[in-house]
């Protein structure tokens, strides 16, 4: 009971206090490649706090609604994760939450919040199946849903499954908004719709919608962490090098539109998925 | 206490509304010349959004006309409080060259609350970062002045 009451209490600290060096490092590294020297490690934590301090403007009250049911639902996912619960629960209260963003842009008129909603929608259509055949891939290794049993297998699971550790990455590039899947908004001036759907939260719900952001990264990067879940030292760096590729990736691609990013990522994902199930499967 | 942390979270990061108000562009190359890797603002937390619901400071160059008074108004109408108003190069100080024209206003200060006011013609980017910074210590300025009304 103590025990899973602290790792409630770690999964709730871990999204603000991992999510938030995560995207000060992130942003670092990306000004190093650009050639800049690049905010502080505290820049995001800055950048949130004064969110908090500004007027509260909203459009209308479900926009609030939503940004609040966003981070509610992103933190309870973390925290399922933190209690080595269903992977299939996670992934659904995962999506529940992104899929209140796309209904809090929708709640409002301006037409770029709606673009961004619609793109926005079009990538959950592009990962959401991918995540969910990965998932398959670790029951048919581990013989059950639970990351318990990811935790109590003997052998790191990217031996197994190579080919579904690179789907995950198409859908960790997506959700963290990276190029050249940053069609919805994305951090920087990368897309012709830079901030899309998150144009019109302001101030605190932006705040808001910026921590539930940093939930999902530190979710989906516990995902990834599973892969090399025989060591502590193998997870970690298993999720820096998986990060490294992200930023590079990030920096080194162009823009694309989302016809090609739901043809790509489908075709490349559920071939390379049915490849490594089938492989699985007839071992 | 945690007033003075949201205030140091104020200073440290600005974002950027930057805002054509009808000029020769001359103005627009040397405020987009500071997030260059030459000067890099963002080393300082500074993000050139463009979207007024997000911003912190607006930065306008050129004159205000009868046409894009409304624009100007409704950009600082959308940004949320607190915010500060940068006015930068001749023209929107005071009109400049086009002062005399039938169609334009003056300086956007005939429209709006400007805080702090950049010359040059075209300002150079060193200036803009410093009417940057100085419009930061506005911030604190405007949080005494709340503060002595209350």
């Given at each position: 009971?103590i025990?899973?009451?602290?790792?409630v209490?770690?999964?709730?600290?871990?999204?603000?206090?991992?999510?938030?060096?995560?995207?000060?490092?992130d942003?670092?590294?990306?000004?190093?490649?650009q050639?800049?020297?690049?905010?502080?490690?505290w820049?995001?934590y800055?950048?949130?706090?004064?969110?908090?301090?500004?007027?509260?403007?909203?459009?209308?009250?479900?926009?609030?609604?939503?940004?609040?049911c966003?981070?509610?639902?992103?933190?309870?996912?973390?925290?399922?994760?933190?209690?080595?619960?269903d992977?299939?629960?996670?992934?659904?209260?995962q999506?529940?939450?992104?899929?209140f963003?796309?209904?809090?842009?929708f709640?409002?008129?301006?037409?770029?919040?709606?673009?961004?909603?619609?793109?926005?929608?079009?990538?959950?259509l592009?990962?959401?199946?991918?995540?969910?055949?990965?998932t398959?891939?670790?029951?048919l290794?581990?013989?059950?849903?639970?990351?318990?049993?990811?935790y109590?297998?003997?052998?790191?699971?990217?031996l197994?499954?190579?080919?579904?550790f690179?789907?995950?990455?198409?859908?960790?590039?997506?959700?963290?908004?990276?190029?050249?899947?940053?069609?919805?908004?994305?951090?920087?001036?990368?897309?012709?719709?830079?901030?899309?759907?998150?144009?019109?939260?302001?101030?605190?719900?932006?705040?808001?919608?910026?921590?539930?952001?940093?939930?999902?990264?530190?979710?989906?990067?516990?995902?990834c962490?599973?892969?090399?879940?025989?060591?502590?030292?193998?997870?970690?760096?298993?999720?820096?090098?998986t990060?490294?590729?992200?930023?590079l990736?990030?920096?080194?691609?162009?823009?694309?539109?989302?016809?090609?990013?739901?043809?790509?990522?489908?075709?490349m994902?559920?071939?390379?998925?049915?490849?490594?199930?089938?492989?699985?499967?007839?071992? | 206490?945690?007033?003075k942390?949201i205030?140091?979270?104020?200073?440290?990061?600005?974002?950027?509304?930057?805002?054509?108000?009808?000029?020769?562009?001359?103005c627009?190359?040397?405020?987009?010349a500071?997030?260059?890797?030459?000067?890099?603002?963002?080393?300082?937390?500074?993000i050139?959004?463009?979207?007024?619901m997000?911003?912190?400071?607006?930065?306008?160059?050129?004159?205000?006309?009868?046409?894009?008074?409304?624009?100007?108004?409704?950009l600082?109408d959308?940004?949320?409080?607190?915010?500060?108003?940068?006015?930068i190069?001749?023209?929107a100080?005071?009109?400049?060259?086009?002062?005399?024209?039938?169609?334009?206003?003056?300086?956007?200060?005939?429209?709006?609350?400007?805080?702090?006011?950049?010359?040059?013609?075209?300002?150079?980017?060193?200036?803009?970062?410093?009417?940057?910074?100085?419009?930061l210590?506005?911030?604190?300025?405007?949080?005494?002045?709340?503060?002595?009304?209350?």
């Amino acid at each position: 009971m103590i025990n899973s009451l602290v790792m409630v209490i770690a999964g709730l600290a871990a999204g603000p206090a991992l999510g938030g060096v995560i995207s000060g490092l992130d942003r670092i590294l990306t000004a190093r490649l650009q050639a800049r020297i690049g905010p502080p490690v505290w820049q995001p934590y800055f950048d949130v706090l004064k969110l908090f301090g500004k007027e509260k403007m909203v459009v209308n009250v479900w926009q609030a609604f939503c940004a609040y049911c966003y981070v509610a639902a992103s933190s309870i996912a973390l925290v399922l994760f933190f209690l080595q619960s269903d992977l299939l629960l996670i992934l659904f209260v995962q999506a529940v939450g992104a899929l209140f963003l796309v209904i809090g842009a929708f709640s409002s008129t301006s037409p770029f919040s709606q673009i961004g909603a619609h793109r926005e929608l079009l990538q959950i259509l592009s990962y959401e199946p991918l995540l969910v055949l990965v998932t398959v891939g670790i029951y048919l290794e581990t013989g059950s849903f639970k990351i318990q049993a990811v935790y109590g297998g003997d052998a790191p699971l990217l031996l197994k499954l190579p080919f579904l550790f690179v789907v995950l990455g198409y859908a960790l590039t997506i959700k963290l908004r990276k190029s050249p899947f940053d069609l919805s908004t994305c951090h920087h001036a990368h897309q012709e719709l830079v901030k899309g759907l998150l144009t019109d939260f302001s101030g605190p719900f932006l705040a808001l919608t910026e921590i539930g952001h940093w939930y999902e990264v530190v979710l989906l990067l516990g995902l990834c962490s599973l892969f090399w879940a025989t060591s502590w030292g193998g997870m970690i760096i298993i999720v820096v090098i998986t990060y490294l590729l992200e930023v590079l990736i990030d920096n080194v691609s162009a823009r694309m539109n989302w016809r090609w990013m739901l043809g790509y990522v489908w075709s490349m994902g559920l071939a390379l998925s049915m490849v490594n199930l089938v492989w699985l499967y007839a071992r | 206490m945690f007033k003075k942390i949201i205030q140091k979270a104020r200073i440290k990061s600005p974002w950027l509304l930057h805002f054509d108000c009808g000029s020769c562009n001359g103005c627009d190359i040397e405020v987009l010349a500071c997030l260059t890797p030459l000067y890099d603002i963002e080393r300082f937390g500074i993000i050139n959004v463009g979207n007024p619901m997000h911003a912190d400071i607006f930065l306008v160059t050129g004159t205000v006309n009868q046409r894009n008074k409304k624009v100007l108004l409704n950009l600082y109408d959308q940004m949320p409080q607190p915010k500060v108003v940068v006015a930068i190069g001749s023209c929107a100080l005071s009109g400049g060259i086009f002062r005399e024209a039938y169609n334009v206003l003056g300086g956007i200060d005939k429209v709006l609350p400007v805080d702090v006011y950049v010359p040059g013609c075209p300002a150079k980017p060193e200036a803009i970062i410093d009417g940057v910074v100085m419009a930061l210590e506005n911030f604190i300025r405007k949080k005494d002045e709340e503060k002595t009304h209350a």
